[in-house]
Nanobody, 127 residues
Framework: QLQLVESGGGLVQPGGSLRLSCVVSGSTLDSYGIGWFRQAPGKEREGVSAITSGGGITKYADSVKGRFTISRDNAKNTVSLQMNSLKPEDTAVYYC????????????????????WGQGTQVTVSS
């Protein structure tokens, strides 16, 4: 059973940065496409960014383009999300997820495309 554990969340001021990490265990990371999602209080979960197994294809939500960068290190079974120029509206619980169907050629932000989910890490952007 694949397990995903997120870390790196916290409280940051507007304009600040955070780096989230997702460590995968139970299988090799290069068998999965990985996505980051977030859910703010009272809102539906939404896709933030995704990356294919080799890292060659990435996808970002319009709201984070130019501010967030997704990357992966398959040797370390880790996917990272570098978040810069954070805004209060980025406040949410951030989840990483793994897809066994959309792996090599498509980076997807559709929740139903993902099979495994982490427990989430809280990101709060506030002064």
């Amino acid at each position: 059973q694949l397990q995903l554990v997120e870390s790196g969340g916290g409280l940051v001021q507007p304009g600040g940065s955070l780096r989230l990490s997702c460590v995968v265990s139970g299988s090799t990371l290069d068998s999965y496409g990985i996505g980051w999602f977030r859910q703010a209080p009272g809102k539906e979960r939404e896709g933030v960014s995704a990356i294919t197994s080799g890292g060659g294809i990435t996808k970002y939500a319009d709201s984070v383009k130019g501010r967030f960068t997704i990357s992966r290190d398959n040797a370390k079974n880790t996917v990272s999300l570098q978040m810069n120029s954070l805004k209060p509206e980025d406040t949410a619980v951030y989840y990483c997820a793994a897809s066994s169907k959309f792996v090599k050629f498509i980076a997807t932000l559709t929740m139903s495309h993902y099979d495994y989910w982490g427990q989430g890490t809280q990101v709060t952007v506030s002064s």
